[in-house]
């Protein structure tokens, strides 16, 4: 069974620029999230996705973040514009439903100069 | 509010030794708990879950952990800790009636020879 997959791996930009994200969940799974893991902490949830629908989105910084999950599948996270303190590990996670363990992608790791 | 809190930063034992980090939750009904396990440039997997049912969890590569209601916690162990357990070890817990998790700071364990 493949499991979650993200890209890019590292990704290297300005400040002001916009930078997007992939995330593609391990099939079947109907929750997905997006998590960002600043270095020395924990991953704090962005968003929560069931199936295409918003769950929680109470973290996310909405004046430079969105994400979308169009067709329940994939998802996309953009950020624009980008800022210093943005720099960090963006995790995407999926699980069967909510309420059940998570299974995490490899994640990004976005530097913003 | 929930909350999950990890109370050592590092940690550092000898191989061979035995490991016991630390895990302290909020929450007000049963919780189900997790610890993930994270190598430098990975993504968390998962070493155990707990959900209900026996207080005493095993899981992947030799851990274990025991969920205790009275003193909130939810403590990893390993009875011999082999050099390649060297990484970052988070323990998460529920936050809020979506099934989201919010996640402890975590614990780098640093094993030497």
């Known amino acids: 069974e493949a499991g979650v997959a993200q890209s890019p791996r590292y990704k290297i930009i300005e400040k002001r620029q916009s930078v997007a994200f992939w995330c593609n969940p391990i099939s079947g799974h109907a929750t997905l999230y997006w998590y960002q893991q600043i270095l020395g902490q924990g991953p704090k949830l962005l968003i929560q996705?069931?199936?295409?629908?918003?769950?929680?989105d109470s973290q996310l910084p909405k004046d430079r973040f969105s994400a979308e999950r169009l067709k329940g599948v994939d998802s996309t996270l953009k950020i624009q514009p980008a800022k210093l303190e943005d720099s960090a590990v963006y995790l995407c996670?999926?699980?069967?439903?909510?309420?059940?363990?998570?299974?995490f992608g490899p994640g990004t790791r976005l530097t913003v100069l | 509010a929930q909350s999950v809190t990890q109370p050592d930063i590092h940690i550092t034992v000898s191989e061979g030794a035995s490991l016991e980090l630390r895990c302290n939750y909020s929450y007000g009904a049963t919780p189900y708990l997790f610890w993930y396990v994270q190598s430098p440039g990975q993504g968390l997997q998962l070493l155990l879950k707990y959900f209900s049912g026996d207080t005493l969890v095993q899981g992947i590569k030799g851990f274990e952990a025991e969920f205790k209601r009275s003193q909130s916690s939810f403590n990893l162990r390993k009875p011999s800790v082999h050099w390649s357990d060297a990484a970052e070890y988070f323990c998460?817990?529920?936050?809020?009636?979506?099934?989201?998790?919010?996640f402890g700071q975590g614990t780098t364990l640093q094993v030497k020879p």
């Open positions: 996670a999926s699980s069967p439903r909510t309420w059940n363990e998570q299974f």
């Open positions: 998460a817990g529920p936050s809020g009636n979506t099934g989201k998790l919010i």
């Open positions: 996705f069931q199936n295409n629908g918003v769950v929680d």
